[in-house]
T-cell receptor, first 116, second 114 residues
Framework: DAGVTQSPTHLIKTRGQHVTLRCSPI?????VSWYQQVLGQGPQFIFQ???????GRGNFPDRFSARQFPNYSSELNVNALLLGDSALYLC???????????????FGPGTRLTVL | GDSVTQMEGPVTLSEEAFLTINCTYT??????LFWYVQYPGEGLQLLLK?????DKGSNKGFEATYRKETTSFHLEKGSVQVSDSAVYFC?????????????FGAGTQVVVTP
């Protein structure tokens, strides 16, 4: 079975631009989470979606938004890009949400965003 | 809030040496604990997990035991190989908080030399 896929692999943008990152979860997984990983640091939680609804949001500005589609794929949008948005953006999927015994998150390879 | 603290790297070892990476956590509820590994240029791969106190997770020769009394989840491997060179992340997910929100440590880089 295919794992979590993300596109594009790499992206270069300039300050003030907008970017859309895409993620397809593992087949059968209904929950998608997004993380930002700045070089040399651990991933920071941005959003989680389950059944097309936002279930969690991290401490990120409103320039960051996301959505989940009926096929459970997801998009992360970032407006008015800043230099500090340069990072590896990771998508993770889980089979279920809200169950006793937290489900494992499976990560995609990430999208490397560079803002110039 | 919840947090994870890992020992700083890089940790440099010779092949066949014993590896320990310390991880301690702070959580208000009953977290599940995880170790993920990240190879250069790649995403995170689950290495092992434990969902309750005294559980031991193991995989590929790596082990970690969930110690509630010391709020720790230290990663160990008895004999490392060059292929174990990577960055290791300790993480928790608190069942009483947001289910999908994983809290990660800063990561520990491990370098194994022949």
């Amino acid at each position: 079975d295919a794992g979590v896929t993300q596109s594009p692999t790499h992206l270069i943008k300039t300050r003030g631009q907008h970017v859309t990152l895409r993620c397809s979860p593992i087949s059968g997984h209904k929950s998608v989470s997004w993380y930002q990983q700045v070089l040399g640091q651990g991933p920071q939680f941005i959003f989680q979606y389950y059944e097309k609804e936002e279930r969690g949001r991290g401490n990120f500005p409103d320039r960051f938004s996301a959505r989940q589609f009926p096929n459970y794929s997801s998009e992360l949008n970032v407006n008015a890009l800043l230099l500090g948005d340069s990072a590896l953006y990771l998508c993770a999927s889980t089979l279920k949400w809200g169950s006793l015994g937290t489900d494992t998150q499976y990560f995609g390879p990430g999208t490397r965003l560079t803002v110039l | 809030g919840d947090s994870v603290t890992q020992m700083e790297g890089p940790v440099t070892l010779s092949e066949e040496a014993f590896l320990t990476i310390n991880c301690t956590y702070t959580a208000t509820g009953y977290p599940s604990l995880f170790w993920y590994v990240q190879y250069p240029g790649e995403g995170l791969q689950l290495l092992l997990k434990a969902t309750k106190a005294d559980d031991k997770g193991s995989n590929k020769g790596f082990e970690a035991t969930y110690r509630k009394e010391t709020t720790s989840f230290h990663l160990e491997k008895g004999s490392v190989q060059v292929s174990d060179s990577a960055v290791y992340f300790c993480a928790l997910s608190d069942q009483t908080d947001s289910w999908g929100k994983f809290q990660f440590g800063a990561g520990t880089q491990v370098v194994v030399t022949p």
